[in-house]
């Protein structure tokens, strides 16, 4: 378990030797991709989240590959960043509800 601040000023990602913070993720979301307005111009990291990430390749018993692009990984970061807080046994001590699982 980490403090609020030092949890969201944590880096979770780098990206072009770039650190990015759970914070960085969710005001980049929030403050240019539609949260609250929508920039013209995302930050670089943001925009590498959203448009050709990487790829998964999975290897079958029989030794051949499948390559996925992942694209929108913006998504599976804030899904996360959302699952730790609404899993965070502060907030179920604030709501007055046991820990969740």
Do not use: C
Not at 35 to 58: M, P, Q, S
């Amino acid at each position: 378990m980490l403090p609020f601040t030092e949890w969201w000023n944590q880096v979770v990602l780098v990206i072009d030797r770039q650190p990015i913070t759970r914070r960085s993720l969710v005001l980049a979301a929030a403050d240019k991709d539609g949260g609250a307005h929508v920039d013209a111009a995302l930050t670089k990291e943001y925009e590498a989240l959203i448009v050709n990430f990487g790829e998964i390749v999975t290897t079958y018993a029989d030794g051949t590959e499948a390559r996925f692009a992942v694209d929108n990984a913006h998504f599976m970061a804030l899904r996360q960043i959302a699952y730790e807080i609404l899993n965070s046994p502060d907030l179920a001590a604030l709501l007055g509800e046991e820990q969740p699982h």
